[in-house]
């Protein structure tokens, strides 16, 4: 893969550690790096994902990177996870022949379990939208002992799913060739095509029950899919909600 035809990736800074990618990539942000510029790390200190939760970045094991995007007025910002998703999905199916699929609203799973998370930070200004951070976490060769127990029946990596070790370095340049194919599309106003796929690899089926927490609020009934705004539908009696944001507490497939 050719860096300079890309614009996403085109400048990768790799840290051996740092406290978070998405920390780094903000703090570059606001000093007016450009668009497509990607921080990777080996570790990090300071992972999170999304509201503040710990993302175990282990030396040596997964993928930690954030991306700087500078989309510019009107963009979609909400598909942003879900065209990340959708990258993470292809680019191990195609490499690995497994099957991942996205739980709403930011996770990626293998098998049932967790084993990408996915965090999207946005700034504002005057002009609209000043710049948008995707930050990745992906757990590669991380064994079932380098999990905390609490989260041992909960996440897994790629390592644990094929029994093998995986090169880090070939998944990321996957992602990044994926990210950018998506990013065109989303740029080009081609949702058609990404609300398709996302729908296709949703980990929960149409039909499923769920309750999800929305602003201090459950909500439970069952799964339609994802409208062509990114909304997650779901069917309360006659009612159809619209969520844009929230977390799926539980689901029955």
Sequence with gaps: MKRENLLIGSKVIFLPQCSSTNDLAKESAQMGEPHGTIYRCNSQTAGRGKDGKI???????GIYFSVILRPGKNFPLCWLPYISGISV???VRELFNLFPAIKWPNDVYLEGKKFC???IESSFGREGIDYAIVGIGINVNHEREDFPE???????S???VIGKEIDNNLLFEKIIEKLNFWYEKLALNQISIIHKT???LSLIPIGSKIEVLDGGRII???FRGFDDQGALLLRERRIIHKIYSGEMISYNV
């Design 117 to 119: 998370g996915i965090l």
């Design 198 to 200: 996302l729908n296709s």
């Design 220 to 222: 439970k009934g069952e």
């Design 150 to 156: 609490y989260l041992k029946e909960k996440a897994t």
């Design 158 to 160: 790629i390592k644990i």
């Design 89 to 91: 999905c292809e680019s």
């Design 55 to 61: 993302w175990y970045s282990i030396p040596n094991k």
